[in-house]
């Protein structure tokens, strides 16, 4: 349900100008910094800088992070049990190598407190860059210009690049850059004065506090050129080093200055410097971490790293990376026309996103992708189910060799949710619900460890890969172990029942939906396991045909038996997935419809989200939804239901799901446009579209949502675009907007990449790179897209239309099949003797 429409463009364009390749910021404010050191992070899936400017202030939280670098702390349960998440994991803010402080005449450069002339940042998505150019005029009259570039390379995994630039424009002055390396984890800014303190939060979303300090000094270097901090975890025995490297072109005499000690080395240049001179600094910072390693081991790591960078240019990394960019787009680009005067806005959006999804996988390499990407500390920097579901088709399509490495993370993960497993009193493996090390970390097992879907969305993730690259060395190596493991999971998590006829259930499991925990049959779970069981028998069947030795050793090592396999098969067969006759639809779970129903429509939207502001307790007593759970179903397995179904489910679940979660909006988008509701189609899809850039759910301070930014490629491809690719075939059955005059997207397959552009009148596919055939159904009608044999595909119409949108009050007055009704009301988050109305918690009948 959506409470108000954000409209097309709902960014402040006097401040941030629409500009189709470029996030571009005219004016610098300092009421948002948060906001905007997320959307100027840059990032490259091991290592990310937040938006800070190079002088260090003003800043809402300094931030850089490289993926997976934790700290652990005790979990403190108030009544612990057996299985309980026992530690934590938090993401850890490495040293700050952004920092480069700049004094003219003994002046510090303050941007928010500047006399500045002219100011312009901007994030370039061709270039990977950011960039920021300034005029200042000094206290004493004298005009300073100061450009800098900022870059995490996607090529040099470890390396990030950045220079300064100043020129004097009027007048003779003093100048100091100070170029600093300093560790702002442990509570201190760059004056040594303690930072101040961070006040908890009840937000489940914002990364803990540590008590204590948490990177321990190891080791200090520093000289003229090249500066070192080494520093190990108190608690998890983590290790980090930086180290930095300068080259200076100045004009003019200087000195250089250098000071060093546990947490903080500097290199600061004096120059006397003349009008119309420039003063040049290029900083080149490596960073390296491990589990155990010695921090000396990591210094030498960092130092090879400068000794290859020096070698080159920072031209020469310049072009390095805009031409790693030039292939990200040629595969990923999605073009949007819009044909209004929004137009260069969305498709802004549109590849900030995608940009987004670059900065946070390209270089995760053996590392799982954050829900925040590398951007910020929300969720700890653990890893969701986000990676497999959000992000994980998009690079399957995009980026293969991407899809792959977080895959192989997750069969790296595989010994620690066999354990798991076990400790839950399973066999097979479970996968931990939020995690950096492969321990579950969520202590909140309700909304946590209860989410066994999990397993199957990792196996969504592997088979939709697999079906797309035909990559079989992976399965035999990596992907058949992962779904041996999670069959086995759902075989014995389940249990048969018979109710006339057999069936399989699942208990005790919480869905999607967050606000409903703990329940049976949920029909996402049960829907998604099934393929699960399917998938693992289709692939032991598949390899004992086809590739007869391998199975063997495969079958031996895992100890998989006929017997087995012919179990699975047997279960998903058997799965009970529920549903309504009377209603018409699929409840969420065996009991949802026996609560009443929460009327978001009178929710107003200072209680939102519901999460921050009503105990569990209260929400789960009601049918409301955190984010669309039974809707995801119709889309990760739509050939499992009509199209009548879909309709029916989406038109009583929308009302009541309270869209609390970013991930929410893409898929209601998607479904909405399949069942032939193309205005809330849209409306989701703007909602999905400025995520962060609008900041719509006001957490964009604590880092980029990384799974929306994913969404977004879904609404596009999926939506709008039609694609399917149930039963590992291609299929398009598209939904242009009505008021769009075309969308172009790129999909590889097995190697070979087509460019597929819809119209309202006619969909074209043509080979862009690769020599091989690709096989595309459109609307059930069977083609090959080939090389120079473009395939052009008449359309007479954008499947079903449904004007208007739906109705914001949820469905009531349904039968229960004890003969009660439905009836819908609000609970009043007040006391009684203080509530306006009492009447308010009471069920309304006639709603």
């Known amino acids: 349900m959506r409470t108000a429409a954000v409209g097309p463009d709902p960014v402040d364009r006097l401040r941030f100008p629409a500009d189709p390749w470029r996030l571009v910021e005219c004016a610098p404010d300092t009421s948002d910094l948060g906001l905007t050191e997320t959307l100027f992070a840059v990032a490259n899936g091991y290592l990310g800088m937040r938006g800070n400017p190079e002088e260090g202030r003003e800043a809402h939280a300094h931030g850089t992070y490289v993926n997976g670098f934790h700290e652990t702390w005790p979990i403190r349960h108030a009544e612990s049990a057996y299985g309980f998440a026992r530690t934590g994991q938090t993401i850890v803010d490495v040293p700050d190598a952004k920092l480069m402080k700049l004094y003219v005449d003994d002046e510090p450069l303050v941007v928010g407190m500047a006399d500045l002339e002219h100011y312009e940042r901007a994030l370039d998505f061709r270039a990977g860059l950011l960039r920021r150019s300034l005029v200042w005029r000094t206290p004493s009259g004298k005009r300073v210009r100061v450009d800098s570039t900022r870059m995490v390379s996607m090529t040099e995994r470890h390396l990030a690049v950045l220079t300064l630039e100043v020129t004097m424009l009027s007048g003779d002055a003093p100048v100091v850059v100070s170029s600093q ?58 290790t980090v080093a930086v180290a930095a490297d300068h080259r200076v072109a100045i004009e003019d005499p200087y000195e250089v200055v250098v000071r060093d000690d546990d947490d903080l ?49 920072v031209a020469d990394h310049h072009a390095t990376q805009r031409a790693w960019f030039d292939a990200f787009w040629a595969a990923s680009d999605v073009e949007v026309d819009t044909a209004d005067q929004h137009a260069d806005a969305v498709q802004q959006a549109v590849r900030f996103n995608l940009f987004s999804l670059a900065q946070a996988s390209a270089r995760a390499d053996r590392m799982g992708v954050p829900a925040k990407g590398v951007t910020g500390s929300g969720y700890e920097g653990h890893y969701f189910w986000d990676s497999e579901i959000y992000v994980a088709p998009f690079l399957t399509y995009t980026q293969p060799q991407t899809a792959r490495n977080l895959l192989r993370f997750r069969s790296l993960m595989l010994p620690a949710a066999r354990d798991r497993a076990r400790e839950m009193s399973q066999r097979g493996a479970l996968f931990p619900w939020r995690t950096i090390s492969g321990e579950e970390a969520s202590a909140y097992y309700a909304a946590g460890t209860a989410q066994v879907h999990i397993d199957a969305d990792v196996v969504h993730a592997l088979t939709q890969y697999l079906a797309a690259t035909g990559d079989v060395e992976f399965l035999l190596r990596h992907g058949m172990p992962i779904l041996v493991e999670t069959a086995r999971l759902y075989a014995d998590l389940g249990f048969w029942r018979s109710n006339g006829a057999d069936s399989f259930h699942i208990h005790g499991v919480t869905g999607p939906d967050e606000y409903t925990t703990v329940v049976n ?37 895992l100890h998989v038996s006929p017997d087995e396999v012919a179990e699975w098969r047997r279960c998903a067969d058997g799965m009970h997935i529920p549903f309504d006759e009377g209603l018409g639809i699929h409840p969420q779970d065996d009991f949802f419809l026996d609560r009443e129903v929460w009327d978001l429509s009178r929710t107003p939207a200072s209680l939102r989200p519901l999460l921050l502001h009503y105990h569990p307790l209260v929400i789960y007593r009601f049918q409301v939804l955190k984010q669309a759970d039974v809707v995801l179903a119709l889309y990760l397995q739509g050939h499992r239901f009509t199209a009548e179904e879909k309709r029916a489910d989406f038109e009583y679940y929308d009302p009541i799901t309270t869209g609390d979660s970013t991930l929410s909006a893409v898929v209601q988008s998607v479904v909405a446009a399949e069942v032939g509701y193309h205005q809330a189609a849209l409306e989701y899809f703007h909602d999905a579209l400025y995520v962060d850039l609008a900041d719509l759910h006001d957490n964009t301070v604590d880092g980029l949502h990384v799974a929306s930014a994913g969404g977004v490629w879904a609404t596009l491809v999926g939506g709008f675009g039609g694609m399917r690719d149930h039963g590992g075939r291609l299929a398009l059955d598209p939904r242009l907007p009505a008021a769009w005059g075309s969308l172009c997207f790129r999909l590889t397959w097995r190697g070979t990449r087509i460019a597929v552009r819809l119209t309202a009148s006619e969909l074209r596919m043509e080979v862009e790179a690769g020599d091989g055939e690709v096989p595309v159904s459109v609307r059930g009608a069977d083609h090959v897209v080939a090389p120079g044999r473009p395939v052009v595909v008449a359309l007479g119409h954008q499947g079903p239309r449904v004007d208007g949108l739906l109705p914001k009050r949820p469905q009531t007055g349904g039968t229960r099949a004890d003969g009660s009704r439905i009836t819908a009301g609000v609970p009043d988050p007040m006391p009684f003797d203080v509530a306006d109305s009492p009447d308010a918690f009471a069920g309304d009948p006639t709603s």
């Open 265 to 313: 080395t500097k290199a600061v240049y004096r120059v006397e410097a003349h009008e119309g001179h420039t003063i040049r600094v290029e900083k080149l910072v490596a960073y390296h971490t491990s589990n155990s390693l010695p921090v000396r081991e990591l210094r030498d790591r960092c130092e090879r790293t400068l000794d290859r960078a020096v070698r080159r240019t």
């Open 181 to 238: 390396l300093l560790n702002r984890q442990d509570g201190e800014d760059e004056y040594h004065a303690p930072a101040p303190s961070r006040a908890s939060t009840s937000d489940p979303r914002k990364a803990s506090v540590f008590e204590g300090r948490v990177l321990l000094p190891v080791l200090h270097t520093a000289d003229e050129d090249r500066q070192v901090l080494g520093y190990r975890c108190a608690s998890s025995g983590m």
């Open 521 to 557: 049959n949920n029909l996402f779970t049960n829907v998604m396991a099934r393929a699960t069981l399917e998938q693992a028998a289709d692939a032991a069947d598949r390899l004992r045909t086809e590739h007869p030795d391998d199975w063997a050793v495969i079958a031996h090592r």
